[in-house]
T-cell receptor, first 111, second 109 residues
């Protein structure tokens, strides 16, 4: 079934650890996005990609990095997690100017 | 940079009352505008887009270029409309989808 998947759904990790949040979509969409959703529920664009080997930073500065080696896969990595990275991370994909499809999100807690 | 503003964090109305969720955008070109909704424990999903000019679940939104607004309206709110609502815009190239801060709509019985 065509969908967009994020793993893990929940992650609690210690300060200083390296983590990778996974995002995969089976819809063949070119454009993919990562958003950070604050506790107050605001959504901030942190990374986006036009297609394979293309990545750009979004409006909100983030210490995370992303890669797009395959169309369907857009992982986000934090080299050294800190408590300030505690948030919910949403992945989305679109084709052209059409509707964006969102994953279930990863709720990250850094202790 | 393009910006989307939703001035109300929380909007509380009684069932059957009219609802208007405000949204203002800043993109100077011809933006594509959307309303997304997030019900409790569900994914963020598209509610409607301005180019479609359609009514979804009784909601409509009109693009007002003079006021750079795209307010979401429903004449008679229902309890199941309670959710977080986000206004969003795409730039002309369609590669940067920016969201407003969101408005939580609570419809009381």
């Amino acid at each position: 079934e065509a969908d967009i998947y994020q793993t893990p759904r929940y992650l609690v990790i210690g300060t200083g650890k390296k983590i990778t949040l996974e995002c995969s979509q089976t819809m063949g969409h070119d454009k993919m996005y990562w958003y950070q959703q604050d506790p107050g529920m605001e959504l901030h664009l942190i990374h986006y990609s036009y297609g394979v080997n293309s990545t750009e930073k979004g409006d909100l500065s983030s210490e995370s990095t992303v890669s797009r080696i395959r169309t369907e896969h857009f992982p986000l990595t934090l080299e050294s997690a800190r408590p300030s990275h505690t948030s919910q991370y949403l992945c989305a994909s679109t084709e052209g100017n059409t509707e964006a499809f969102f994953g279930q999100g990863t709720r990250l807690t850094v202790v | 940079a393009q910006r989307v503003t939703q001035p109300e964090k929380l909007l509380s109305v009684f069932k059957g009352a009219p609802v208007e969720l405000k949204c203002n955008y800043s993109y100077s070109g011809s933006p594509e505008l959307f309303w997304y909704v997030q019900y409790s424990r569900q994914r963020l999903q598209l509610l409607l887009r301005h180019i479609s000019r359609e009514s979804i679940k009784g909601f409509t939104a009109d693009l007002n270029k003079g006021e750079t607004s795209f307010h979401l309206k429903k004449p008679f709110a229902q309890e199941e409309d309670s959710a977080m609502y986000y206004c969003a815009q795409n730039n002309n190239a369609g590669n940067m989808l920016t969201f407003g801060g969101g408005t939580r709509l609570m419809v009381k019985p």
